[in-house]
């Protein structure tokens, strides 16, 4: 069992709900009012529908765009007619990431490519003295992710990562009500990412599009001719450049149950199985997966899929409205079940509910987006220096974690034995050359920042 620190929790729903739903108008009223020598520059790397989303929600809390930033120039030009109603100043388009990290009058760098590019990307930003707010998730792999600390601590830069309910209210409760000892003794956690999803077929190659660079597209992933699919999302169905669903979309839950669990420290083993069960296609990431963590007290699942189509993500109406999901079918939720108590969390404004038996609700608080606080929780720490919410070495853990599971099922569904001090894997020489990908020589990272464990 999980040993919590027990002590007495403050039953008030009603009071913690009320401030939560009050929260993101009373900062938005108190952070408006800005000199327009305090707004942050920022540029966006990564135009696609993400990103845009990402640079409108800084613009609102007060940072200036003053780059876009894409090897694809139709999303550039789409992504700024999508912020121009929030920015007057028409932020200047290039191809070359480059070419915004040697603009001295950039503060920081919202990363929001492909999950491949994201560390190289913060790395070379971090060298050029930009501050980094980088989508989830943040690292192809172990290795990719250790380089991204280092460089942060190297060049004293804040590298916040899209793991956006670490700033939710309603989750910074649920930590509270967790760690207060109420649930009991945790010796079980289980984490959902039960998502609907059709076949993928690649389909013709196609063009493409005009003076568009593919090799720096691909990066630091190997090489493969050009195909339009691969190129349009179809990416996230290739091993070489992200590591499934469970770590592209999995990763919101898996690092709320972190959070909310006080950050355990990576597990010592992992077992994962899965594969292309429902979907005989074109894809190699699995349609199918279940991941056990043997922590030192405690044991947690993670079960991923992409096919049944019952299953949803928390709707837009219960995120913004006093509602709960039918968690049954609800594909994106925690449950942890305490000696006393079992608790069930939703993410993205899903919120929490406390039961016992007989499916009795003894306690729980609606949930809001948690967007535009983390949005706020970086800007603010650009100017403060102070550890963002999400910082990379508390995103470091969770994310290691999945990327474990995805060796497991890669060398054949099997278990995994972790050394956390080294970083390494002790018990199977093939599983261990997975936690870093050697990159193409002309998309090394720009020096030695250490190896991991360092």
């Not at 001719?225 to 669903?245: A, E, M, V």
């Amino acid at each position: 069992m999980i040993k919590i620190n027990r002590r007495h929790f403050v039953k008030n729903s009603t009071r913690v709900a009320a401030t939560a739903s009050l929260a993101p108008a009373l900062l938005l009223k108190a952070n408006t009012i800005r000199g327009a020598n305090e707004r942050i520059n920022v540029a966006l790397i990564g135009c696609g529908g993400r990103g845009r989303y990402v640079a409108r929600g800084l613009i609102e809390q007060g940072a200036e765009l003053s780059y876009l930033c894409d090897l694809d120039a139709e999303r550039m030009s789409s992504t700024a007619q999508f912020v121009q109603d929030v920015q007057e100043r028409t932020p200047k388009r290039v191809k070359d990431m480059r070419t915004v990290f040697d603009d001295k009058n950039v503060d920081a760098v919202a990363i929001a490519t492909p999950d491949h590019w994201h560390a190289l990307a913060t790395v070379r930003a971090c060298q050029a003295g930009k501050d980094v707010y980088v989508e989830k998730p943040h690292a192809h792999s172990i290795w990719e992710s250790r380089q991204m600390i280092n460089a942060g601590a190297k060049y004293g830069r804040i590298i916040q990562v899209g793991v956006q309910n670490r700033s939710a209210p309603f989750v910074h409760a649920a930590k509270e009500y967790v760690q207060s000892g109420t649930l009991g003794s945790i010796g079980l956690v289980k984490v959902y990412n039960l998502k609907s999803g059709d076949a993928f077929w690649l389909g013709e190659p196609g063009t493409a599009p005009l003076q568009f660079d593919w090799d720096a597209w691909l990066g630091p992933a190997p090489y493969r001719p050009y195909h339009q699919k691969i190129f349009s999302h179809g990416w996230l169905y290739f091993w070489d450049y992200c590591n499934g669903d469970l770590s592209d979309d999995g990763i919101h839950q898996f690092d709320l149950a972190f959070y909310v669990l006080g950050d355990p420290p990576i597990p010592t083993l992992t077992s994962c199985s899965g594969g292309r069960f429902v979907h005989k296609d074109d894809a190699d990431v699995p349609d199918t997966q279940s991941a056990v963590f043997t922590f030192d007290n405690l044991l947690m699942t993670l079960e991923g899929t992409n096919y049944p189509r019952y299953m949803q993500k928390t709707t837009a109406t219960i995120r913004r409205n006093d509602e709960f999901p039918y968690w049954t079918q609800n594909a994106t939720r925690i449950e942890l079940y305490g000696s006393e108590l079992m608790m069930t969390i939703g993410r993205h404004g899903g919120g929490w509910q406390v039961m016992t038996s007989g499916g009795k609700v003894v306690d729980q608080l609606y949930g809001r987006p948690p967007d535009e606080h983390h949005y706020r929780n970086f800007l603010d720490c650009v100017k403060s220096r102070q550890k963002p919410n999400a910082d990379i070495q508390l995103a470091h853990n969770s994310l290691s974690t999945i990327l474990l599971a995805s060796i497991a099922h890669r060398i054949g569904n099997q278990t995994v034995e972790f050394d956390s001090l080294q970083e390494k894997i002790t018990n199977n020489n093939a599983a261990n050359k997975l936690i870093k990908r050697e990159p193409r020589e002309k998309y090394q990272m720009p020096e030695a920042l250490g190896s991991s464990g360092e």
